[in-house]
């Protein structure tokens, strides 16, 4: 689990998250954090732990989702010797690791049928049994667990057992998304960037510019605050001059003039045609104009495509092509590109 366990922002979506967690901290119930990817799930989980009874206990952490079905009973549970093809030696599972402190379960829509049922039975009766035994070992849990799975729905489907959802539910905290939280993408792109300033060295913090700042409110953020750390630490790292604002923002890092991409996503392209070679001077001139034109046009038809395709969102499209926001914008301007006239 990352260790950083600083909470950033203003809005009122996430300090109202954030005051549910400590006042359900102190409570030895289950906790069910909800939330899109890089929505800081683990941080709530550290705040959980950190300002409960059992902060001096271990917090011990379970990515359901990173290991293979037929392993994650006995990482929660344990194993006996010679339990299974691999089992030379008899293993605590994380219950046991976590006794009298806090399991963390991430991704925990992901785990199978039969791990739910014994992870039912381990939460009712404090019991859990190693794969292999028949002797119960008993242990003291807070289960705090998280998901981006909309689990009411699976559960009505039949992939996510009902009885476990209730008892998990005794309080529900949901994160709100980035680019729900008014305000709180300049406080993180602020700290973010004099944090990486300082690793930097750099003498003074610039800040970003108004259109870097323009940038960064305008994008959606799919990946949430994980994404915009990315994208400000490396905003801050590739810019050689600390006396001026940052300037330049690139959302995307595999982003460029020569991938691929913007094949794969759509944007047409028009077929190359080799011309003939000019026969004397004045074709030759002729022959650059013709090239210029068919160039210019070229790349008029890749932007108004991509325009088109993304509706026109500005920010999604300089990500596409491998261009800088400003770079579009002088591009748009060169070719008379305005929403509502091509």
């Keep these: 689990m990352e260790r950083d366990v600083q909470f950033v922002g203003q809005s009122t979506a996430f300090l109202d998250a954030v005051e549910r967690a400590s006042r359900a901290a102190p409570i030895r119930r289950p906790v069910l954090v909800i939330g899109e990817r890089g929505t800081g799930k683990e941080l709530i989980a550290q705040r959980l732990h950190h300002l409960s009874p059992r902060w001096g206990e271990?917090?011990?952490?379970?990515?359901?989702?990173?290991?293979?079905?037929?392993?994650?009973?006995?990482?929660?549970?344990?194993?006996?010797?010679?339990?299974?093809?691999?089992?030379?030696?008899?293993?605590?599972?994380?219950?046991?690791?976590?006794?009298?402190?806090?399991?963390?379960?991430?991704?925990?829509?992901?785990?199978?049928?039969a791990a739910q049922e014994r992870l039912l039975r381990a939460i009712e009766y404090g019991e859990v049994v190693r794969i292999g035994s028949s002797r119960p070992v008993t242990v003291d849990v807070r289960i705090v667990a998280a998901t981006n799975a909309d689990l009411p729905r699976l559960a009505e489907e039949g992939r996510f057992r009902a009885d476990l959802l209730d008892r998990l539910s005794f309080e529900v905290i949901t994160l709100p998304p980035l680019r729900a939280r008014e305000g709180d993408v300049f406080e993180l792109a602020d700290y973010y960037g004099r944090r990486m300033g300082s690793e930097l060295e750099w003498s003074r913090w610039p800040g970003f510019s108004p259109a870097a700042l323009e940038a960064l409110e305008a994008y959606e953020w799919p990946g949430n605050v994980r994404e915009l750390r990315n994208v400000v630490e490396r905003a801050v790292y590739r810019w050689a001059d600390e006396s001026r604002p940052i300037d330049e923002v690139v959302f995307d890092p595999f982003a460029s003039a020569w991938s691929m991409r913007g094949l794969d996503e759509g944007v047409a392209v028009p077929a190359a045609v080799a011309p003939a070679a000019p026969s004397t001077p004045e074709a030759a001139a002729d022959a650059c104009v013709a090239l210029r034109e068919a160039v210019d046009a070229h790349e008029r038809g890749l932007v108004l495509a991509a325009l088109e395709r993304l509706r026109w969102n500005q920010r999604k499209v300089a990500s596409a092509l491998g261009l800088t926001y400003d770079q579009l914008r002088h591009c748009l301007k060169k070719h008379g590109l305005h929403q509502g006239r091509g």
């Design 58 to 113: 271990p917090l011990i952490t379970l990515n359901c989702a990173a290991l293979p079905e037929t392993l994650i009973e006995a990482e929660l549970f344990g194993h006996e010797a010679g339990a299974f093809t691999g089992a030379t030696r008899a293993r605590a599972g994380r219950f046991e690791e976590a006794d009298r402190g806090t399991l963390f379960l991430d991704e925990l829509g992901t785990l199978s049928m």
